[in-house]
Structures are given as C-alpha cells and as structure tokens.
C-alpha cells in the first residue's frame, strides 16, 4: 500500500504563490502516474496536473502557465507550485498515486492539504 502525505497548503493572497509537497512511501518509478486533484466544496474533485513515469506531464487548463508539477527521485517527493493564485484554487488539493498493475486498487491517495487564496 502505497503512503502519501501532503504538505505545504495554507492561506494566502491572490496574485501569491504557494509550493504543495507529496512525499511518497516508495520509490517514484515504481508508479505509473503521480497527481494532483484538487475539491472545492460542493464541487467534484478535479485533475489539477499529472506527471507519468516517463516524464509527461499534463495540466487542466485553469492553471495552465501557473502551476508546476516537478519531482525529486532522490526524496521520492513529488510537489506542485503554484504561482499567480486566484480565489478560484481555493480547494483541498489531494495527491495521487496510480499503479496500473493493481487494477481496481490502482488508485492512492493522501489526506488532502487546504489551500485559501483570499485577500
């Protein structure tokens, strides 16, 4: 089973940054995609970014040229920063892990970390 834990959510003002940190229980390579998803409230949750094991990333078109999904392999941390924050990122941003060899236990997540863009 893979463990994820988020970090790095808090309050901060529109036009701020803020820097999200997923630290993983296992080696990176070992995961076909990390993510992340955001939840607003009374909304569904959302693919923010995703990062495949070969390095292909992808992005939802409300944060693209903002956000930024990097890893570091030797932390097996993956992180997202994000830059030019508007009220709209105001979510629980979850961290994904998705192994496609488990099938219908493919999919990990972690706690969630909130995020409060508001002036």
């Known amino acids: 089973q893979v463990q994820l834990v988020e970090s790095g959510g808090g309050l901060v003002q529109p036009g701020g940054s803020l820097r999200l940190s997923c630290a993983v229980s296992?080696?990176?390579?070992?995961?076909?995609?990390m993510g992340w998803y955001r939840q607003a409230p009374g909304k569904q949750r959302d693919m923010v970014a995703t990062?495949?094991?070969?390095?292909?990333?992808n992005y939802a078109d409300s944060v693209k040229g903002r956000f930024t999904i990097s890893r570091d392999i030797a932390k097996n941390t993956v992180y997202l920063q994000m830059n030019s924050l508007i009220p709209e990122d105001t979510a629980v941003y979850y961290c994904?892990?998705?192994?496609?060899?488990?099938?219908?236990?493919?999919?990990?997540w972690g706690q969630g970390t909130q995020v409060t863009v508001s002036s």
């Open positions: 296992e080696s990176i390579f070992s995961i076909d995609v």
């Open positions: 990062l495949g094991v070969g390095g292909t990333r």
């Open positions: 994904n892990a998705y192994i496609f060899r488990l099938g219908p236990r493919a999919d990990h």
